[in-house]
Structures are given as C-alpha cells and as structure tokens.
C-alpha cells in the first residue's frame, strides 16, 4: 500500500514562498507519476504539478507556471513543491498524488496524501 505525508505547509504573506515535502513509501520513482494537486474553499480540486518517471520531466499549469516547481529526491523517497511569489489566490489544501500507470499529466491519480493547508495573505 502506497503512502503519501505532506508537510510543509503555513501561512505566508503575498510574494513569500513555501516547499512542500511529500514523504512517500513504497512507491518507486522510476516507475510512478508523481503530482500535487490543490483545492481551495468551494472550488474543485486543480491539478498543479506533475514529474514524469524514469526522465523526470515536469509540467505545471498555467496558473503557477514560473512560479511553483516540482522536484524529487530519490534516495530520500520525498517529492517537493517549491512555490515562490505566493498570491493571495493560491490559497488552498494541497495534495501529493501518485499512480503507477497511465499518462501523467491525466489528473486522475491514484494514491493521495492527507493534504498540507497553504495560505498566503495580502
């Protein structure tokens, strides 16, 4: 059974930045998508960031493109979020997701982790 832990999450004033960690386990890098996800108050869940297997190529939406980065350590087991010039809008639970097949950047992940609370004031 895979397991996802976020941390990392806070409140932060607007321009500031956060990383968030995903501690994962029994999940192999080379093998599985990796994403974060977000949902705020009253709005569905969004698709952020994702790290393809094995390459480690990435892709993050429009939305936070320049801003936010995805990355992983290997030999930590440990999936990061490097979100910087944090708005006011990005304010919202995040998620670590993962899934063993299918095209990674379908926001339809399997395994989730309990979600970290970002929020950045004005």
């Known amino acids: 059974q895979v397991e996802l832990v976020e941390s990392g999450g806070g409140s932060v004033q607007a321009g500031g930045s956060l990383r968030l960690s995903c501690a994962a386990s029994?999940?192999?890098?080379?093998?599985?998508?990796m994403a974060w996800f977000r949902q705020a108050p009253g709005k569905e869940r969004e698709g952020v960031a994702t790290i393809w297997p094995g390459d480690g190529s990435t892709y993050t939406t429009d939305s936070v493109k320049g801003r936010f980065t995805i990355s992983q350590d290997k030999g930590k087991n440990t999936l990061y979020l490097q979100m910087n010039s944090l708005k006011p809008e990005d304010t919202a639970m995040y998620y670590c997701?993962?899934?063993?097949?299918?095209?990674?950047?379908?926001?339809?992940?399997?395994?989730w982790g309990q979600g970290t609370q970002v929020t950045v004031s004005s």
């Open positions: 997701a993962a899934k063993r097949s299918g095209f990674c950047g379908r926001w339809e992940y399997e395994y």
């Open positions: 029994r999940v192999v890098y080379s093998l599985y998508c």
